[in-house]
């Protein structure tokens, strides 16, 4: 029986697994649509974590005018697009975390289990699809005028907790400090002493790390 009380939120990008060459995909989209791509080393100035955020940034910095939504919306069908030549049969594979992923649905099926990821939405749901994601599982990619901590906080409007946040980098540690939810972290590049799961454990070992987090000290 499902608890639909306690969302668990579950970010992608290497966290269920990842895709290689996504920042190349992402510079290469922007340069077909400005007419040039934007350098490694610019890429590298942006603070955001977000797709919004990073082309938002980007695109300040080319033109000195903030991104607006259409303009979003056309990076997203261009980064789409290159993912999906990228990764199409023949091509790269993402690499699945199959233990993280086999949990993952295993707590679906007890909590409602969302995926709040820094993707555009589109480019979300092609990654999640790659990656045999249940797609009964809600998706909430970066929207614009939304960090990660807001689409951690717009995934868990109106429901009690407790929650959790599940993540492979800083900023998304950083993202549930700020919505006020736990964290596990996926990997080896999240420092601190919160709890801390390698890529390829087993469904059971995400399991009894989610349970212990929801039920306290």
């Known amino acids: 029986m499902r608890s639909w009380a306690m969302p668990l939120c579950f970010d992608l990008d290497g966290t269920l697994g990842h895709f290689s060459s996504g920042f190349v995909l992402l510079r290469e989209a922007l340069g077909g649509l400005w007419g040039g791509a934007p350098t490694a080393e610019e890429l590298g100035r942006c603070g955001g974590s977000t797709d919004w955020e990073i082309v938002d940034e980007l695109h300040r910095m080319r033109f000195g005018l903030p991104l607006t939504e259409a303009g979003y919306a056309d990076y997203e069908r261009a980064c789409v697009a290159r993912f999906q030549a990228a990764f199409a049969p023949g091509g790269l594979a993402p690499a699945a975390y199959a233990g993280i992923l086999a949990?993952?649905?295993?707590?679906?099926?007890?909590?409602?289990?969302?995926?709040?990821?820094?993707?555009?939405?589109?480019?979300?749901?092609?990654?999640?699809?790659?990656?045999?994601?249940?797609?009964?599982?809600?998706?909430?990619?970066?929207?614009?005028?939304?960090?990660?901590?807001?689409?951690?906080?717009?995934?868990?409007?109106?429901?009690?907790?407790?929650?959790?946040?599940?993540?492979?980098?800083?900023?998304?540690?950083?993202?549930?400090?700020?919505?006020?939810?736990?964290?596990?972290?996926i990997g080896g590049a999240v420092p601190g002493d919160h709890p801390l799961l390698d890529a390829a454990a087993e469904a059971d070992h995400l399991v009894q790390a989610v349970e212990a987090l929801l039920s306290g000290p």
Do not use: M, Q, T
């Open 103 to 185: 949990g993952l649905h295993r707590l679906a099926a007890r909590h409602r289990v969302w995926l709040v990821s820094g993707n555009a939405p589109a480019l979300l749901a092609f990654k999640a699809e790659a990656l045999g994601i249940d797609p009964a599982i809600p998706r909430l990619g970066s929207l614009p005028g939304h960090d990660r901590a807001g689409l951690i906080r717009r995934a868990l409007e109106g429901c009690p907790g407790p929650h959790l946040y599940v993540g492979d980098r800083p900023h998304d540690l950083a993202a549930a400090r700020v919505a006020g939810v736990p964290f596990l972290g």
